[in-house]
C-alpha cells in the first residue's frame, strides 16, 4: 500500500529525472508523472544536450557544481555502461574557443569534466579568429533517446504515467499530497511566475559522420556537437522570442557560422531543422512552499527554470528537489504517512 501521493508536472529532462530519482528513493510513495507533451515533443527532445554551463548570478557556486558534478556523474556511468546507445549517452571531446579571454579563464564546471585544460598556440592556429581556448572531454546526453529510457526506468520502479494539461496546480490539490512543479516555462501560467521567459533556439542536424570533436564558440551563440547518428550545429539565443517555427534566414547564418569554424561542414548535408523555447530564468527555481489552496494547504517543489542548461543540471537539481520532498514528508502530519 503507497501512502503518499506525489505528482510531478512536466515530462521534459527535469522532469522525468525528478519522477525517477522521487520512484526510487521513496518506495512508499505513489508517484505520477503528468504532462500534456511527452519525448518526443519536449523542449528537451531537440536539446543538443551537451554538458557544459554558465554560472548563474544568485545562486552559492558551490550548490551549482554540485548540480554539475551529480548530473556528470550520474551520466558518465550510463556512457561508460551497455546501455550507452539506448540511453543516447556518449563521452564527447573537443574545444571551447575564444575571441577575447575570459574574465573568469577557468569556468566553475572545469574539475568535474575530464583532463580539462587551456588550447596551446598551436592549437588555436586552426582558429584564426580567436586567441585563447578550453580542451576537455564532456558528456552528450541526447534526449530523444534518454528520455524514454529514463521513462522506462521510472515505470519499472513503480511510477504511473498521465497524459493531459493542466490550468493549474489547484486541480491536482484533492489527488495528491505533494506537487512537484517541472513544467518549465509552462511555469508562467501554472504559478503565474513572469520571471520565466523563453530564449528561442534554432538548431539543424547534418550528415558529417567525419567530424569527431565539438567546437563551441564562448559566445554561445555558435557550436558543432557530433553525435551518435548526427551533428548538431547551430545556433541562435533570442531572449523573449516566442516563434516555434523555422527561420531560414537563422538557417543561413548558423551555416555561415559554423563552417567558419569547421570548413569541411560545407560537404556536409542538413538532415533537419529544430527550434526550442529554453525556459530561462535569472536562477533556477529549485525550492519548496506551502501553498494555500480553497479547503487545503499543499506541499509544492518548484524544480524549472534551467534555461540553456537543463541537461547539464536536470540530475543535481533532481536530487535537490528530491531532498525537498523528504522534507515536506517529514513536516507532513503523521496520519498523512500512514
Ligand atoms: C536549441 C537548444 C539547444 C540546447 N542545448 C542544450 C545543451 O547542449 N545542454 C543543455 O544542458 N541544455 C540545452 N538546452 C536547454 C534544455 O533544452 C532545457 O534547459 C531543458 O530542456 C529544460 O527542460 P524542462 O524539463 O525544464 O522543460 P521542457 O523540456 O520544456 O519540459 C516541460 C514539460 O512541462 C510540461 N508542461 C508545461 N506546462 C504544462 C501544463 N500546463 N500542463 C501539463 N504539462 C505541462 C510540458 O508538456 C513538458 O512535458 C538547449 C535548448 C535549446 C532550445
Given at each position: 500500500?503507497?501512502?503518499?501521493?506525489?505528482?510531478?508536472?512536466?515530462?521534459?529532462?527535469?522532469?522525468?529525472?525528478?519522477?525517477?530519482?522521487?520512484?526510487?528513493?521513496?518506495?512508499?510513495?505513489?508517484?505520477?508523472?503528468?504532462?500534456?507533451?511527452?519525448?518526443?515533443?519536449?523542449?528537451?527532445?531537440?536539446?543538443?544536450?551537451?554538458?557544459?554551463?554558465?554560472?548563474?548570478?544568485?545562486?552559492?557556486?558551490?550548490?551549482?557544481?554540485?548540480?554539475?558534478?551529480?548530473?556528470?556523474?550520474?551520466?558518465?556511468?550510463?556512457?561508460?555502461?551497455?546501455?550507452?546507445?539506448?540511453?543516447?549517452?556518449?563521452?564527447?571531446?573537443?574545444w571551447q574557443i575564444?575571441?577575447?579571454?575570459?574574465?573568469?579563464?577557468?569556468?566553475?564546471?572545469?574539475?568535474?569534466?575530464?583532463?580539462?585544460?587551456?588550447?596551446?598556440?598551436?592549437?588555436?592556429?586552426?582558429?584564426?579568429?580567436?586567441?585563447?581556448g578550453h580542451?576537455?572531454?564532456?558528456?552528450?546526453?541526447?534526449?530523444?533517446?534518454?528520455?524514454?529510457?529514463?521513462?522506462?526506468?521510472?515505470?519499472?520502479?513503480?511510477?504511473?504515467?498521465?497524459?493531459?494539461?493542466?490550468?493549474?496546480?489547484?486541480?491536482?490539490?484533492?489527488?495528491?499530497?505533494?506537487?512537484?512543479?517541472?513544467?518549465?516555462?509552462?511555469?508562467?501560467?501554472?504559478?503565474?511566475?513572469?520571471?520565466?521567459?523563453?530564449?528561442?533556439?534554432?538548431?539543424?542536424?547534418?550528415?558529417?559522420?567525419?567530424?569527431?570533436?565539438?567546437?563551441r564558440?564562448g559566445?554561445?551563440?555558435?557550436?558543432?556537437?557530433?553525435?551518435?547518428?548526427?551533428?548538431?550545429?547551430?545556433?541562435?539565443?533570442?531572449?523573449?522570442?516566442?516563434?516555434?517555427?523555422?527561420?531560414?534566414?537563422?538557417?543561413?547564418?548558423?551555416?555561415?557560422?559554423?563552417?567558419?569554424?569547421?570548413?569541411?561542414?560545407?560537404?556536409?548535408?542538413?538532415?533537419?531543422?529544430?527550434?526550442?523555447?529554453?525556459?530561462?530564468?535569472?536562477?533556477?527555481?529549485?525550492?519548496?512552499?506551502?501553498?494555500?489552496?480553497?479547503?487545503?494547504?499543499?506541499?509544492?517543489?518548484?524544480?524549472?527554470?534551467?534555461?540553456?542548461?537543463?541537461?547539464?543540471?536536470?540530475?543535481?537539481?533532481?536530487?535537490?528537489?528530491?531532498?525537498?520532498?523528504?522534507?515536506?514528508?517529514?513536516?507532513?502530519?503523521?496520519?498523512?504517512?500512514?
Amino acid at each position: 500500500m503507497k501512502n503518499v501521493r506525489v505528482v510531478v508536472v512536466g515530462a521534459g529532462v527535469i522532469g522525468v529525472s525528478t519522477a525517477v530519482c522521487i520512484a526510487e528513493a521513496l518506495p512508499f510513495c505513489s508517484v505520477t508523472l503528468l504532462a500534456d507533451k511527452f519525448s518526443p515533443d519536449t523542449t528537451s527532445d531537440g536539446a543538443a544536450g551537451i554538458l557544459f554551463a554558465a554560472k548563474f548570478p544568485d545562486i552559492p557556486v558551490e550548490r551549482q557544481k554540485r548540480w554539475f558534478k551529480d548530473t556528470f556523474d550520474h551520466l558518465l556511468a550510463i556512457a561508460q555502461s551497455q546501455h550507452s546507445p539506448e540511453a543516447g549517452v556518449m563521452l564527447s571531446s573537443g574545444w571551447q574557443i575564444f575571441k577575447e579571454v575570459p574574465a573568469e579563464r577557468k569556468p566553475f564546471w572545469a574539475e568535474s569534466v575530464i583532463g580539462f585544460r587551456f588550447m596551446t598556440e598551436e592549437e588555436l592556429k586552426r582558429f584564426p579568429d580567436h586567441k585563447f581556448g578550453h580542451a576537455f572531454t564532456t558528456l552528450k546526453c541526447e534526449c530523444s533517446s534518454y528520455l524514454p529510457w529514463l521513462e522506462n526506468r521510472f515505470r519499472k520502479a513503480g511510477g504511473h504515467v498521465e497524459q493531459r494539461s493542466i490550468n493549474s496546480l489547484q486541480e491536482l490539490s484533492n489527488s495528491y499530497d505533494i506537487i512537484v512543479n517541472c513544467s518549465g516555462l509552462g511555469s508562467r501560467t501554472l504559478v503565474g511566475d513572469n520571471q520565466v521567459y523563453p530564449v528561442r533556439g534554432q538548431v539543424l542536424k547534418m550528415e558529417a559522420p567525419w567530424l569527431q570533436h565539438f567546437i563551441r564558440d564562448g559566445d554561445g551563440k555558435t557550436y558543432i556537437y557530433p553525435g551518435m547518428h548526427s551533428v548538431t550545429v547551430g545556433g541562435t539565443r533570442q531572449e523573449e522570442d516566442w516563434r516555434l517555427d523555422v527561420d531560414e534566414g537563422d538557417t543561413d547564418s548558423i551555416l555561415k557560422r559554423c563552417s567558419r569554424l569547421e570548413p569541411s561542414l560545407g560537404h556536409g548535408k542538413v538532415l533537419s531543422k529544430w527550434v526550442g523555447l529554453r525556459p530561462s530564468r535569472r536562477n533556477p527555481r529549485v525550492e519548496k512552499e506551502l501553498v494555500q489552496l480553497p479547503g487545503r494547504r499543499v506541499h509544492v517543489v518548484h524544480n524549472y527554470g534551467h534555461g540553456g542548461w537543463g541537461v547539464t543540471l536536470a540530475w543535481g537539481t533532481a536530487l535537490d528537489a528530491l531532498g525537498l520532498v523528504r522534507q515536506c514528508l517529514q513536516e507532513m502530519p503523521p496520519q498523512a504517512k500512514l
